[in-house]
């Protein structure tokens, strides 16, 4: 039964808005092997969901409409999040109508946490909790299997979106299997004033391996130190063991970013790495505690435009309210 004809534990408030969260990720493990011929690069990544939430709320309306709110919204110098078809939010309604064979009416208000561009998964945690939202409101009975499939068409993040927690992501990214992790892994992200587009990232890196100035990368490992790391821990190991192949193609091209990438270390991280494709620096920390001084640290210091002490694994896009 779905939620809409169920009137479910609550999901479908008064005013008949549904609403929807998803988080930010970081991959603490990121190889990325050669270029396919479908122009997306075989990966091996460990994915950890941290406690950065998007929100989007969804309502019936006729056709589709966007609204985007919250200091997330905007990635400077990229100006902002859009509003129409460009936005995966919007592609995602339009899939899982057509999926439901559904009209795809809604209102939909986005209220963003996690900047864009960030290399923070922000726009696929959007389409996520889109898929989530519309699946209640519409009655679609979409299983968890049908939105997983949804998702991977949309972009190569989207299914770690909806999964959330800990996996190991391989093909572009999109097929996933679960990590488990026995304990909480406390972060301070430092989030640069200007984005980075994931493309040029990758192109910057496809460029300084032709270029020989980083190893071909064709050899791709399972990721085994990480996935044992994040089991149980110390947190020396875990910090021993972050990898990202696309640090040094982000640092290639923002030559700023390597004081962003120092200061945390510096300060008492206890290891750093690029997330994703930038420009946002993860920084791991022992504890909570360590989380919060950390971030007045390096807010002081005025390297980031934003702070955040977050921790992982939270779940994925799941209903709120
Ligand atoms: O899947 P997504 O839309 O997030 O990918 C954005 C872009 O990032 C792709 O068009 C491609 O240029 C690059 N990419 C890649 N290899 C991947 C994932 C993304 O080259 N595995």
């Not at 206890?270 to 950390?294: F, K, M, N, Q, W």
Request: glycine letters at 12%; hydrophobic letters at 50%; aromatic letters at 4%.
């Amino acid at each position: 039964m779905s939620w809409a004809t169920s009137g479910g534990p609550g999901r479908i408030t008064g005013d008949g808005a549904v609403t929807a969260r998803a988080p930010a990720k970081v991959n603490v493990h990121l190889a990325v092997g050669p270029l396919r011929p479908d122009g997306f690069h075989e990966l091996r990544t460990v994915y950890l969901a941290v406690s950065l939430f998007d929100t989007v709320t969804v309502r019936r309306g006729r056709g589709l409409s966007l609204a985007v709110t919250g200091e997330g919204r905007t990635a400077v110098g990229a100006g902002a999040v859009p509003t129409d078809r460009r936005n995966l939010v919007w592609q995602a309604a339009e899939l899982l109508a057509e999926h439901a064979g559904v009209a795809p009416d809604a209102a939909i208000a986005i209220d963003k946490a996690i900047p864009a561009a960030a290399g923070l998964a922000g726009g696929s945690a959007d389409a996520a909790a889109a898929l989530v939202a519309l699946d209640a409101l519409w009655g679609t009975h979409a299983t968890r299997g049908d939105l997983a499939g949804l998702a991977a068409r949309l972009g190569s993040d989207v299914p770690f979106s909806l999964h959330g927690g800990v996996a190991l992501g391989s093909g572009r990214g999109e097929q996933l299997s679960p990590v488990l992790a026995r304990r909480r892994w406390d972060w301070v992200l430092g989030i640069a004033g200007e984005g980075l587009s994931t493309p040029a990232v990758y192109a910057e890196l496809d460029r300084l391996r032709a270029d020989g100035r980083v190893p071909a990368g064709t050899d791709l490992d399972p990721a085994e130190p990480v996935i044992a790391a994040l089991r149980s821990g110390p947190v020396e190991a875990l910090a021993a063991a972050l990898a990202n192949d696309l640090q040094a193609p982000a640092l290639s091209l923002r030559p700023d970013l390597r004081r962003a990438l120092r200061a945390p270390t510096a300060a008492g991280a206890v290891g750093a790495l690029v997330s994703g494709s930038g420009p946002t620096v993860a920084a791991l920390v022992e504890d909570a505690d360590a989380a919060v001084r950390l971030a007045a640290t390096l807010a002081g210091e005025g390297v980031y435009r934003t702070v955040r002490a977050v921790h992982g694994p939270v779940h994925g896009a799941r209903l709120v309210g």
